[in-house]
């Protein structure tokens, strides 16, 4: 089974002169069908969110972005329920700069990027992959079993612990279809 990633951005052309003969797969918000599912800003529903007994989240962009805590702002539970795919993302430009993620709802416990990484969007996006996208999944094992597959990303980035660019979430797919999913590191 071969699996690759690369940048949605780039011409389909470019891609598979590095992949002949490889099935594009975008997985992002403007993919097609059935492949936008893997897209975090997709609204699968039922996500749970952590330390938060009985509330859940539609998508893992939204549960991502409702946990981010600014200087001047903190939480955005609205994001939890956002099922539109648009205007999910929360910048700093009026919030001032990020302090970290809540780890739960209403928790004390404010995570570093890296630690939200693994103990957050991680846990979060494989919750995704496990319940909502086994079907999918599994389209996408007997297809590499026949030949190349490349997901498509806007991220390539497939290094957790890289935060200097957002983390791919194509990487995940590949990681989890692999049986290579990074493992969380000791108490955070």
């Known amino acids: ?26 997985v992002t918000s403007k993919g097609p069908e059935p492949w936008v599912r893997f897209s975090p800003f997709f609204p699968h529903g039922g996500i ?6 009985d509330q859940t989240a ?12 600014f200087e001047k702002e903190d939480t955005d539970p609205a994001k939890w329920a956002v099922t539109n795919m648009k ?7 009026s919030r001032g700069a990020v302090r970290g993620h809540r780890f739960g709802a209403t928790s004390d416990v404010l995570l570093g990027y890296r630690d ?4 957050i969007y991680l ?4 919750w995704v992959l496990e319940n909502r996208l086994t079907r999918e999944l599994e389209q996408l094992r ?4 026949q030949r190349p597959v ?39």
């Open 1 to 26: 089974m071969k699996i690759g990633i690369d940048s949605r951005r780039k011409k389909a052309w470019t891609v598979m002169k590095l992949w002949p003969g490889a099935l594009l797969v975008d």
């Open 48 to 53: 749970p969110i952590p330390n938060t007994p």
């Open 58 to 69: 539609a998508s893992v962009e939204g549960l991502w972005q409702g946990l981010k805590v």
């Open 87 to 93: 205007n999910i993302k929360r910048s700093g430009k």
């Open 116 to 119: 939200a990484r693994y103990r």
């Open 123 to 126: 846990p979060a996006y494989r």
């Open 142 to 145: 007997e297809q590499a079993e």
């Open 150 to 188: 490349v997901l498509l990303d806007y991220q390539t980035n497939a290094n957790v612990d890289d935060l200097s660019t957002p983390l791919s979430h194509a990487a995940l797919v590949k990681w989890y279809l692999e049986d290579k999913w990074p493992a969380t590191p000791g108490k955070v």
